[in-house]
């Protein structure tokens, strides 16, 4: 007799979802069904451990944390303490080469050395949890796109929400033609990064800082640089205080936009845009905006019409015909999904989706749940993928077309008032050669990808 394949949680599910099952799943049977999954625990490595990195490993400790690796000791001191018996390295690359019984890594770095450590750790054979944005230019997300089908290693972007009940209902909702065809989106995050550099830099706007302090004591500058150009090193770059250096961060776009989109990019089932314009305020060869508008243009895709896709930063968008007055925006930013027969309004991360006008929530019966949802948090969902050689939703397939619109965003912040056509296959801006530069960003010597 031929032995029998043992079947996966996930697969059931999945398998499930593909046939428009799971909504009929009956709750106690999806809890047995997670009990059924038991597997070792992952050895785990942070890289990029003093920031974001240090909530993505708490979220972990159900696993075996082996190792840390930061080229800041004493910004990452703290996270350190906190699992003395990991391995501690400065460089990912010897931490990848030595530490020989790693399974995973998650990756909390500056945007610009994402790329690099995240196809190392896949050439190495290691899952990857990267946190968002998951490249610094488009060049790296193809990059990154295919060497995570390649390697068929378990990847996923650090987008919380994606896990989250929110950006599910959303996508059911339009599915199911709650609010009709969209054909046009605002989506925004009112917060903006100023003082450029916070209180370390009060030069004028267009010019770096001219003092160049001493580099403390255990930082590696060099690779905290990592690809980016040299240059000397000063507070008012690290810590905590890059996403707002073209060199360095994906500014708010990249920030929040990443999030925020991130329902828009599911539900709507985005590809290519046909074009993207942007208008600024602020900004410079070295800083990002202090507030743009960016426009997308989407064709019909799928059977939905053509999309005007509007992302607001630094400001709000204009209030919706159907938001009752006396209502307030979400915190921070959201979305507007304006449909022919109505509006989704919901938060960062997709949280809170209401219908608007209220009385239209109130009346309003749900629809079928037809996508799988994650019990405990992103970074457990993706460990339980891991273990089980399967892929969750935000994996670096995902998160890179994510991610590219993003930054195909952030392209058109450095040409504003310019209309620039997409080609997405090709990977360029047809009517701007200049743009090619901020595609595919050169690297400096010593580093590749």
Known sequence: MKEKKSVSRRHFINTAVSAGLYGIIPKQGRARLQQQSAADKLNIAGIGIGGMGSSNLRNLENENIVALCDVDPSYAAETAARYPKAAFYKDFRILLEKQKDLDAVVIATPDHTHAVIALAAMEAGKHVYCQKPLTHDIRESRRLAAAARASKVTTVMGIQGHSAEGIRLISEWIWAGVIGPVREVDAWCSLSYYPWGHAYWSSKWDNRPEDTPAVPDGLDWDLWIGPAPMRPYHPAYHPRVWRCWWDFGCGMMGDRGVHTLDSVHMAL???????????????????????????????????????????????????????????????????????????????????????????????????????????????????????????????????????????????????????????????TVTNLPEADLWIKRPYRQGWKL
């Open 269 to 427: 089932k985005l590809g290519y845009p046909d074009s993207v314009a942007a208008t600024t305020l602020g900004g410079n060869e070295e800083t990002h905006p202090l507030a743009s508008i960016v426009t997308y243009q989407f064709p019909e895709r799928e059977e939905m019409p053509p999309l005007k896709l509007t992302w607001y930063e630094g400001i709000e968008p204009p209030w919706p015909d159907r938001l009752e007055a006396g209502r307030s925006f979400p915190k921070e930013g959201g979305v507007f999904f304006k449909g022919d027969k109505g509006t989704i309004m919901c938060g960062i991360y997709a949280d809170s989706p209401r219908l608007i006008p209220e009385s239209a929530m109130q009346d309003f019966k749900g629809t079928a749940k037809v996508l799988p949802r994650v019990e405990g948090t992103h970074e457990q969902d993706w460990a339980e993928h891991c273990k089980e050689g399967s892929q969750p939703m935000a994996n670096f397939e995902y998160s890179a077309a994510l991610t590219e619109l993003t930054l195909l965003g952030n392209i058109a912040k450095r040409f504003p008032g310019q209309l620039l056509p997409w080609d997405g296959p090709n990977m």
